[in-house]
């Protein structure tokens, strides 16, 4: 079942072409993986694919809801949820000053 659809989608900030291509969808049971280097657009299209940011051309069709949860800021503390901690093994971890922002999401 087809849950996204986007086409020829362009986002420029100022001058500078930050996301461009021609086809992209999404279908259920999917499992799709957004890397690249820091300031590359990753979040940009994460936030154009869940609607929450406009793009200069393209079109965009949702065929469901999209939820979009953001990558959290800051420091990981002890008052987050430990058994989620204990279930990815990140305990041992939280000291460590050298985690990237998914590890500290």
Known sequence: MLLLEAGNIRKYYAERLIISFDEFKIYSGDRIGVVGLNG???TTLLEILAGQLEREEGFLRQYCDIGYIRQFTGKVTE???????????LVRKLDRDDLSGGEHT
């Open 79 to 89: 008052n987050l949820n430990q058994r989620l901690l204990k279930e990815f093994d």
């Open 40 to 42: 590359s657009g990753k």
